[in-house]
């Protein structure tokens, strides 16, 4: 499930914004982005989890929003559920049998352009060792000068529903939900 989350990070971060000259470096906010994702629990309920503090790099043209790119990783062991037992079994042999070292990834493949300030990012999201294409529906939230920082600025949203059984951590479909939904929001700042 945490390797949902990473794709919809990646789709926010390619999206048009005011004009600048060919590609700058951006990298991810920590302290403000976030991926939430849900999955039907057994019809009764909706449940929730989250990543947060998670880094990425994101290589923006302005100009030509459809040459950007991004990437993003953090470890499966972030995940964040709410309740110590739930992340427990979700990191044991029914679903990741995640380790210290285990992490998702997402890296970008292409980017197509759908209005003034929308993107499809396709990307290759990777995590329990499987490699899947997903595409993230994005839209650039605000780009400027932020006002504490004194420095360019970025945010994006994403969407996007990956299957579980996708990669191998479908324990318990269909009862529990195979589809996860994926809700990206990041923030990121002109690299150095």
Do not use: C
């Not at 309920?45 to 991004?70: L, Y």
């Not at 352009?113 to 899947?132: F, Q």
């Amino acid at each position: 499930m945490k390797h949902l989350f990473a794709s919809a990070a990646v789709a926010a971060a390619t999206l048009s914004t005011p004009a600048f000259a060919a590609s700058e470096a951006y990298v991810l906010d920590p302290s403000h982005s976030q991926i939430v994702f849900s999955y039907d629990h057994l019809g009764y309920s909706t449940n929730f989890g989250m990543f947060s503090g998670f880094e990425g790099e994101i290589a923006f043209d302005q100009e030509n929003p459809a040459a950007s790119s991004v990437s993003v990783s953090f470890p499966v062991r972030s995940m964040l559920t709410g309740w110590e037992a739930r992340f427990d079994h979700f990191m044991g042999e029914d679903f990741f049998g995640a380790g210290d070292d285990d992490l998702v990834t997402f890296t970008s493949t292409s980017i197509e352009v759908t209005g003034k300030d929308t993107a499809l990012i396709t990307g290759d999201l990777s995590m329990n060792g499987i490699t899947k294409s997903v595409v993230l529906d994005a839209s650039l939230n605000q780009v400027g000068d932020h006002p504490m920082a004194n420095k360019p600025w970025a945010g994006f949203d994403a969407t996007t529903t990956v299957l579980r059984s996708d990669f191998e951590v479908g324990a318990f479909a269909p009862f529990v939900g195979d589809e996860v939904e994926i809700m990206i929001s990041i923030e990121a700042m002109k690299a150095e």
